[in-house]
Structure formats: C-alpha cells, structure tokens
C-alpha cells in the first residue's frame, strides 16, 4: 500500500494537472518478454530505480561522522602535534632562524609598497608566521607581507587617503580594516570548503599577473632607487620610467647606495650559485650563506650609512629609513569606520584575489615537490584567521611569499612550527634593533624590493612552453603584462581572467562532437599479435589465421581522423545508416545547439529521406522548405540514390557528467526533427557510457532509454541485448578457466608418469593407476559443475535497454533491431528478407 506521503503526492499531482510518469510503462513486458537474457542464469532481474530528491538531500547532509572530521581539520596542528621530535625541532629552528633574518628587511621594505611606516611591516610579518601553524597544511609556505599585495594595499590606501570624507584617517588604519574585511571573505570562503575556486584563475592569468606586478613594482622603486623627486611613483609603469629618465640628471647619492646594493646582491647570488655547481660537498653552506645576501647587504649598507650621517642625524647625505618605534606599539582594537570600508568595494576583488591565488599557488606547487598535498579550502581558512587578528597588532593584508617560501623549503624545514621560530625572531628585532634600523638607505631598501620581485617575474623558457601547448594563451599572457605595465595591477587581472572565461566560453559554445568509424585492430607485440594476456601470443602478424584465436577486436576513432591517429586507417560506418556521435565538451545549455547542429545536418548530408516528401497543394510546403531541384537530372541524381536511410544513432556519453532541461529538450527536439525524416519510421537513439544517474533520470523523462513506438503502427518484438557481468566468486568463469587448466595440468602428469612406468618395467603398476580413479576426473566433474552453476548479472537495468555500457554493446544492439526491423517489414509486405 503506497505511504502517506506517496498518497499526498498522487493527490496533490492530481489536482495540480501534472501527469506522472510510471518509469517501467511499457517497458517490462517489451523488453523482457520472452528474451534470452532470461536464459542465462542471471542472478535476478534488475530493474533501474530512478534517483530520488530526498536521495540527494540525504546526500548533502553530513553525517555526525563527518561533521566530526570538519571540525578535527580546522585544526590541522592536532595530526602532527603528537610526534613532533627533536630531529624536527632542529630543521625547524635552523629554518625558523633563516627566514626570521630574512624577512625583517623584506617586512620593512615592503611596507613602503603599502604606504605605510616600516614597524607595520613587522607587525605584519609576526603575526603571519605565528598564527599559521595552527591552521595551515603546508611545512614550507611562509606568511607575511608580500610584494604585489602590498602594492595593492599601497594603491587601497592612496584612493581612501584621497577621498574627502576619509582624508584624515591614519595609513594603518585603512590599511587594518582592509585586512579584516579581505580576511573575512577568505575565511568564509575557507569555511564553506570552496578551495575550488582558485581553480578559476588559469596559469597563464596568474603568471601574466605576477610578472606584469613584478615590472609595476620595480618601476615604482626606480625614483627611491635613484634619490628622485618631483613626480608619482604610483602612476602606471610606463610613465614612471618616462618620468624618471626625465629627471636624472637630478639624481643624488642616493644612486649610489642604491644602485651598488642591487649590483651586489645579483653578484652575490651569482657567485655562490656557481659555488654551489662546483662544489656540490659543501652546497649546504653555500645555500645558506646565500639566503642572508639581503641581511649582509643591509647590513653592509647600515655601517656606511651610519659613518656618513652619524653626526648629522637631522640632515642625512641621503635619503634613510628613521626612527622606527620599539616594541608593538599599535596593538589595539581595529578601528572599522564604515566611511572607510565604503570604499573598498572596487578593490576588494583584487585584494582577495592577490592573497588566494598567490598562496594556494604556492603551497600547491612545493607541496608537490615535497610529496604531501595541502588543502586550499584550510589555507584559506588559515590566511583569513591571520589577516583578521593581524590587525589587532597592528598589522597589514599578509599572504604567503614565494621567495621566502622557497628560503625554508631549502632550509629543511621539517613542520609549520618553523613559524614560532620566525616570530621569535620578528619580535627580538622589533624590540632590539630598532636603533639600527635608523640609519638603513631607503635606496638599499628599494634594491632589495627590486631584487625580491625579479624572482616573480615569467622566465622566457616558460613563456615558450606556453607558446607550445596553447598559443592563444600565449595571447593572454601578454595582453595581462601589457595592461599591468600601462594601466593599474587589477586591471591586468581582472583583463587576464575575462579573456580566458571568453576562450573557455567560446569553447563550450562552439564545441561540436565527432563522428565515429569502426575499425579493426590487432594488439601486436614486437612482431607477434597477442591477446588480452600478453603472454597469449597468436603468431606473427600477417602470417596467423583469425580462426587461431580471438586476437582482433572493433574500435571506434574519429571519422575525420581529429584526434591525430593515421589518416591511412580506413575507417568504416558499424552498419548502413546506423551513426556514433561522441560529445566533447559535455552536453549542457551552452552547447546543445551547436552539438546537435552539427550531428543533425551531418547525418542529413549522409542519408536520404526514407519516403519523398509529399503535398496535397503546393502552397502545403513550407516557406523555409525549398524541396527538390525540379530538374530531371536531379532526380535521377545516384549519388541521393546510394545513400542509406537513417536507422540509429548511437550517442557515446563518456565526456558528459551532468544534461540540464535545455540540453534535453533540445535532444527531444532533434529525435522528433529525424523521425520526421524517416517517416514512417522512426530512429533508434542508444546511448553508451552513461557517467551518473541523474544523467540517467533526466534522458529517461525526455523518453530516452526504451524503444520508440513506429508511426505506422506495426509492432515487432525487440532484441534486448544487455551487458551481463559474471558472479559468484569461485563459480565464475576465471574460476572454471583455472580448473581446467589444472585438469590439462593433470592429465599432462599423469601421461608422463605411465610413458615413466614402461620404460623401467612396470606397466602392470600404470594399468592398476590407470583403473583408480584420480583428481583430474574429480576436477573435470567439478568443473562440470561449475559451468553448470555459473551465473551472471547485467550492468544496465531491463527496463531501460536503449542504455549501454559501452559503445560495443551499443553498435551490437542497434545492428541487431535494425536487421530485426528490416526482416520484419519484409515479412509483413510478404517480401523475402
């Protein structure tokens, strides 16, 4: 008796005029009467159900269990936490202690990028590198400020500072509620797992992004670099190189430090690289000594800065960092004016943007080289909790650097605890050398951004590699540079990313199907053609009989040979008007039209009208509907005449996951559209290589998957052909196949032992063996047995025949109703099939 709520549903659908469609009409008395799949020992009969809503909903709820296991990978600490030792305490230190000393120069300089003072770059970079072990996935990222989204903030802060009702408002302070905003949007991102979404910002957009922020970036350091004045260095990159070649003969000392600073530290780097080649025992060291070229430089530069301007403090030969607060001295609650955070709307696309992919990208990528994966939806839940408590000490929009992550990958950093280490580090050089931080050149300072973000930069090889996978991408990537040097740094991104969502959209909606022939194939080894065993040789190829052996099998490749394969191979249609279409892209609204276009005038182009079309009165035909040339010649045209009649199309679903309503009625469009065609006739639609059962259900209600009844009313029996799986563990075929070889096995043995037994005399001794019964006969009754109690089970539901497993089984079926329809119209005209 059907349920309350199936009752409901009935009643509700009644009263509502929907008619509802019972899945097995019709289908199990035609398909299943009578046919052979009933004798061959299947297990059952099964019979699809379709997929049901509460099914879905049951499988969107997380079990208790899972909710279990999100909470436990919020924090990602508590897996590893439980074995830390000391040999990982020692590479985390050395690491730890490495990017501690790198990445309090970088903080400082790139907090100029940001419009801000240089303690807020510490701030940043402290609280980065402790706050992320607790919820980060990657050992090697390092988190702190960052060049490009420096800038970016840099460009925030100038656009809010600009505004008049937000002119008074401290740097930090926009630059702080940035952060939080930006990182609430990251951590809800995080928390609703849609790591995914980096998924949609392409290389090409993410290294035309970075380089095009590379060449930005060092040009807005050219007028430091240089002790130049006069003119902004916020403007785009083309106009400030122009600016600055127009004012150098302004230049001051400050080239001097500046330049000499850059010189070195691509000297530095030069010479120890090529140390590191010739003397590989000792590459260790030499990495190392490498990593603190910035702090010998700075260093370096301090002591001459501090001899020059030691007794003139007030009136430096150049241009000099100053006083720089001890200790954090903007620890406080964040101020979040809604004036201020108002005018974040057009940038905050780009701030997340920059501090997402950047990140993901990186953990990604040393994940990889490092052989552990990361979870992009935890790093961004990582990166959100920093960059909202960040603020809290004062902090700016922080995300994870690659140079500084390539730094303690090398170092041998062993867990994310490294980061303790760093922050240690960050708050002793925030508490005790201050002083010397006074008299750092703000031109070394820019040399060391110049040569942080050279890093960034797209080699040429790589452009190349582009050139040879995708030329048109190649496109991209310097339509991304071009716009990030003669415009803004989001305008790049955002330019980069629209194009390659109209390449990838032209591509959904241009992408058509192919037409697949059938052809057939040997697997050949050397020169011998084996079987599905490659130890099953069947002989050399061109000199063994087919009948030695079931070596060949049919294949099906692109009529137009698109896919690359031998032109030579001549390929053939499975049967006379019988026609595969494989889809390329999928099969949803944006590309049914253009799919079934092509298969439609395709398949017009091939065949001929079952039946010539014909009007009462000429004015029945329809305007769009030209007809047949009137000439003679055209009518008696043998090309027309040679051409078969449309009888089946066989769609090949393997690159389809998910159909839509539109894509489907447009299939039902396009069948109704060719049983016009065959009139009176209709065609038979197989499908193969379903992915899922929605697919399924949605081709099922456009009345996809069973026989279509003809138009003339005749009826004929249908040849149900089914894919059938064996079962039945030790009753199997393997299993019968393996007791056969044993008995072949035996009986070879036991052939042996009676030649054995004459030749030394003893044959009464055979005789009285050969009486006894013995295992083989044993195991041939078994085997017996076994051929007897095999069973089978199909793979595709009975009542949905039209369905396939694959594209074998496919053709089988549509050959064997065509030949089916056509003996049976012959029997029933009183013609001989």
Known sequence: MPSFAARTGHGLAKALGIKLQDPNQDTAVAVTRGESIRSMQTNGSFVEEPPTTSEWLHDQIPTQQEAGAYVKSLFPFLS????????????????????????????????????????????????????????????????????????????????????????????????????????????????????????????????????????TIAASQLPSLMGLTGFSNRDSAYRVVKNTLKHLPETKLDAAMGLTALFFLYLIRYVLTSAAERCPTHKRIIFFVNTMRTVFVILLYTVVSWLANMHRRDDPMFHILGTVPKGLRNAAVPELSSSVVAHFGSHLPATVVVMLVEHVAISKSFGRVNNYTIDPSQEMVAIGVTNILGPFLGGYPSTGSFSRTAIQSKAGVRTPAAGIITGLVVLLATYLLTAV???????????????????????????YQFWLVSPIELFVFFVGVFVNVFAQIEDGLYATVAISAAILLYRILKARGQFLGKVRVHTVLGDHVIGEDPKQVFGEYGTFKESDGNAARNIYLPLDHGDGTNPEVDLESPYPGIFIYRFSEGFHYPNANSSLDYLTNFIVSQTRRASPETYERAG???????????????????????????RAIILDFSSVNNVDITSVQRLIDVRNQLDVYTAPDVVDWHVACINNRWTKQALVAGGFGIPTKTSDGLHRRWKSIFSVAEIGGKDSAAAVAEVKANETELQASQSRMRKLDEEIGQASNSDDVSNQPNDCDEKSEEAGMATQRRRGAVIHGLNRPLFHVDLTSAVQSAIANVVAKEEFKAGASGLPS
């Open 80 to 215: 590893w936490m439980g074995h830390y030792n000391l040999q990982w305490l020692a590479g985390d230190i050395v690491a730890g202690v490495t990017i501690g000393a790198v990445v309090v120069p970088q903080g400082m300089a790139y907090a100029s990028l940001a419009k801000l003072q240089p303690q807020f770059g510490l701030y940043s970079s402290f609280m980065g590198v402790i706050m992320y072990w607790i919820f980060g996935t990657s050992k090697d990222i390092s988190i702190g400020p960052v060049a490009v989204l420096s800038t970016v903030v840099g460009t925030v802060v100038e656009d809010v500072a600009s505004s008049p009702d937000t002119r008074d408002v401290p740097a930090h302070v926009i630059a702080s509620a940035l952060s939080i905003i930006a990182g609430c949007i990251v951590l809800a991102i995080g928390l609703l797992r849609c790591g995914w979404i980096v998924d949609l910002i392409s290389i090409t957009s993410l290294s035309a992004f970075m380089t095009g922020s590379a060449i």
């Open 620 to 646: 029945d035909r329809p305007w769009s509907n030209p007809g047949p040339r009137k000439s003679a010649k055209s009518r008696e045209n043998p090309e027309v005449n040679i051409l078969p009649v449309l």
């Open 437 to 463: 931080f006074f008299y750092i050149p703000s031109a070394t300072l820019a040399a060391v951004i110049i040569h942080a973000v050279g890093d960034l930069i797209t080699p040429p090889d790589t452009v």
